[in-house]
């Protein structure tokens, strides 16, 4: 199983980025998958977290309202557009299944700093 992120940078307050992961040797249509984040000295969060067929969506509190996660199933990629962001947000962003997260292995995660 191999999870890639992609999709990270700098961004100011405000701003908007759209993260990717793209996952490989698993039945990936069949996962409720999940985007998690880590920031320095903090323990890995989930964030955001969506069905295997996509119609059920949960977000965190801190993120609701400015995040969405999407899936496409064909692609075996799920997405995580990321708008208004605020300082808070800066942490390393990581894709796995929901919601326990960690059954397959850690991705090199996409890191994501909004700083003006």
């Known amino acids: 199983v191999q999870l890639v992120e992609s999709g990270g940078g700098l961004v100011q307050p405000g701003g908007s980025l759209r993260l990717s992961c793209v996952a490989s040797?698993?039945?990936?249509?069949?996962?409720?998958m999940g985007w998690y984040r880590q920031a320095p000295e903090r323990q890995r969060e989930l964030v955001a977290r969506?069905?295997?067929?996509?119609?059920?969506?949960n977000y965190a509190e801190a993120v609701k309202g400015r995040f969405t996660i999407s899936r496409d199933n064909a692609k075996n990629t799920v997405y995580l557009q990321m708008n208004n962001l605020v300082p808070e947000d800066t942490a390393v962003y990581y894709c796995?299944?929901?919601?326990?997260?960690?059954?397959?292995?850690w991705g090199r995660g996409a890191q994501v700093t909004v700083s003006s």
């Open positions: 796995n299944e929901a919601p326990k997260g960690g059954v397959w292995p």
């Open positions: 040797g698993m039945f990936f249509s069949a996962q409720d």
């Open positions: 969506i069905t295997a067929g996509g119609v059920l969506r």
